[in-house]
């Protein structure tokens, strides 16, 4: 059992504000994903949760009971970090006993939880080398097993995987995801990597300039994105943003993009507003790079579009092709079967179900 | 380019080889003439002290000795046996070494605890109190002579090895405290938040974490430290005299109190002898110091 709650946590640099008002509750076995941009606060609110750095205003509760001025060896936790901050001069095994050790655990029940784990990570061939002769991934098994023996009610990663290689990156991805599977414990993990934060996240917290700015499982996350900086953040190649204007033509809405050239609307009938906006009102109209489709009449809301394409990616799988459309630049992401040239227009299908819309002022969802 | 000629190629490449050549051996005329001008005292000192007196004084300042004779060696160590006036090193060389290990070991690791603290475990104001450090390396011998011995009068250790030893630490405390700060800044802060949920305090992390892995700088303070020290002539003769003063002291008594006639092979095996420690010092620690610093890193 281990829940975490963070309410109303404000944390300041001197007079720079890096955490603002941070509200963030977490029930026992989620994963939950501090995703953003550098700088966005989200190593310092971890660092935070795990007793490393003090709290300024708001409390950190962990299993109901505030820990805001309980050590960080009190807590429960265990931490992974990013350069695996493993001890030079001791042995793995040393390293991964090195906490237990300090706690006056028994030796049987220290030797046991070592077996248990460097086989399970798959370390028990390396015990007796120093993290010197170990390759990255290794070094990282290390870290985790650390972290492991602990036993924590709740597990910390601080971008664990950015110092790996792409293909190692991966592997150990699908590794922490199966940890998760197999010990079901409340882990919390902070990267950059939106990849990551897809795979691993039961909810993911977006963060920008010390705030949250939407909690949510990852595919609310990218179907409904509630403010641009969600919507633009998420997802590879970016989502298309077109800016515009609302039309009203009775209660039947359409969006009427800046730069039009043929007196285009594209109908807004099949999106339900949060708020419905008023005629004329500014707003940004926003489609991922996959709602682009071959003519297809079985969609429900949909629109016949003619793009000329001004460039054209084969990423092995798929064509990505950016296409000229009123005045903006936009990306599709087609089958690879396309018949695509440079210039020459096709027909397309704009899948219209799953469109975001966003004010322009506030840039938030309506 | 221009569609490349092999001849000319050719030609072109020669030519580049020779004047490879030319540097080279150019360099390596220049290094050993300035290896000899560096060797040339040592030399001469050398020689000097086998040779006797009659052969110095003929007046072959680079010729090597007729009959090597370590007798001047002797006398320089432990003298002639005569019941007074007879200055000879070895109770001073003991006293230096008395000094000098305590000095060095203390200020070494106080520098290490100071470097520690100001750099993993950042308060407020800690730059600042690095500041005064640094402050501290820039202020001359002379200016602290008179505080100094007043303070030594004060704490009743005036003319004895454990004021040395005092006033050697505090004033290396800057130079030790600036190395490790330096050099611990440079590791990563991530090691030593993992040793505060591992459950290690302030201490452990220092000599179970940090300690193991700091033998480079370790190596340069030490020998830094071991060098002033050692060779150190002011503090040495301001704050100590007859029984308590160190070599350097004492080599100097040594060499200026003879009555009689000048002895200069007795005076360079004795100016030789003040000199070998430090040398010991150069030859084992410098290599640690090379291999510490190709050692394996902390990252990948």
Aim: glycine share 8%; proline share 4%.
């Amino acid at each position: 059992m281990a829940t975490l709650k963070v309410s109303n946590l404000t944390k300041n640099f001197g007079s720079t504000l890096v955490l603002k008002q941070i509200n963030l509750d977490v029930s026992d076995g989620e994963f939950i994903v501090l995703l953003g941009p550098s700088g966005c606060g989200k190593s310092t609110l971890l660092n935070i949760i795990a007793g490393l750095e003090s709290v300024d205003e708001g409390e950190i509760l962990i299993d109901d009971y505030v820990v805001n001025r309980v050590e960080p060896k009190d807590r429960n936790i265990a931490m992974v970090f990013q350069s695996y901050a493993l001890y030079p001069a001791m042995t793995v095994r040393d390293n991964v006993i090195f906490g237990l050790k300090q706690r006056k655990v028994s030796k049987e029940q220290i030797e046991k939880s070592l077996q248990h784990f460097s086989k399970m990570l798959q370390i028990d061939q390396l015990l007796d080398r120093k993290p010197a002769q170990l390759s990255g991934g290794q070094r990282q098994r290390v870290a985790m097993g650390r972290a492991l023996v602990r036993e924590p009610h709740i597990f910390l990663f601080d971008e664990p995987l950015s110092n790996l290689d792409a293909k190692l990156r991966v592997e150990m991805r699908h590794e922490i995801n199966k940890l998760h599977e197999q010990l079901g414990t409340t882990m919390i993990y902070v990267t950059h990597d939106q990849v990551e934060a897809m795979s691993l996240a039961t909810r993911i917290a977006v963060m920008n300039e010390g705030i949250i700015q939407q909690i949510g499982t990852p595919q609310k996350i990218y179907d409904q994105p509630n403010s641009v900086f969600v919507a633009d953040f998420i997802g590879s190649p970016a989502i298309n943003l077109i800016q515009g204007t609302v039309s009203k033509d009775g209660a039947a809405l359409s969006f009427i993009p800046d730069q039009q050239k043929d007196g285009d609307k594209i109908p807004l009938s099949g999106y339900s507003f949060e708020t419905e906006p008023g005629e004329g009102q500014k707003i940004i109209f926003g489609f991922r790079p996959e709602h682009i489709r071959l003519p297809d009449t079985s969609l429900k809301s949909q629109m016949q579009v003619e793009l000329k394409p001004i460039l054209i990616e084969l990423t092995g799988y798929e064509k990505e092709i950016t296409f000229e459309f009123h005045g903006n630049e936009i990306t599709g992401r087609l089958p690879r079967h396309v018949d695509a040239e440079l210039g020459k227009s096709i027909t397309f299908s704009l899948d219209l179900s799953e469109i975001s819309i966003f004010d322009s002022a506030s840039t938030m969802r309506i | 380019m221009p569609a490349a000629d092999p001849q000319q190629m050719e030609a072109v490449e020669r030519s580049s080889a020779r004047k490879r050549t030319f540097f080279r051996w150019l360099l390596f005329l220049l290094l050993g003439l300035f290896a000899i001008y560096y060797l040339a005292p040592m030399y001469v000192m050398i020689v000097t002290s086998l040779k006797t007196m009659e052969e110095i004084r003929q007046g072959n300042l680079m010729t090597l000795p007729n009959e090597i004779m370590f007798d001047s060696w002797k006398t320089a160590w432990s003298g002639r046996g005569y019941a007074a006036g007879d200055v000879f090193l070895r109770p001073f060389f003991w006293n230096s070494i008395k000094m000098v290990v305590p000095a060095v070991f203390i200020s070494t690791f106080l520098g290490a605890l100071n470097g520690y603290a100001l750099t993993k475990w950042r308060f407020k104001g800690d730059n600042l109190i690095f500041l005064m450090f640094l402050f501290g390396c820039f202020i001359p011998y002379q200016a602290i002579l008179l505080p100094m011995a007043r303070t030594l009068g004060i704490l009743g250790i005036a003319n004895s090895i454990t004021g040395l030893v005092v006033v050697h630490t505090v004033y290396g405390l800057s130079f030790t405290t600036m190395f490790f700060r330096n050099y611990y800044i440079s590791i990563p802060d991530e090691m030593i938040k993992a040793a505060r949920i591992d459950g290690a305090g302030f201490f452990k992390i220092f000599f179970k974490v940090l300690l193991p892995i700091s033998a480079p700088i370790i190596v340069v303070t030490v020998i830094w430290q071991f060098t002033g020290i050692w060779n150190d002539f002011l503090f040495g003769s301001s704050f100590s005299f007859g029984e308590a003063a160190p070599i350097q002291v004492a080599l100097n008594n040594m060499v200026l109190t003879s009555t009689s006639v000048k002895e200069y092979n007795v005076d360079m095996a004795a100016a030789f002898i003040a000199g070998i420690p430090t040398l010991l010092v150069y030859v084992f620690a410098g290599k640690y110091f090379i291999r510490g610093l190709t050692a394996g890193s902390v990252k990948g």
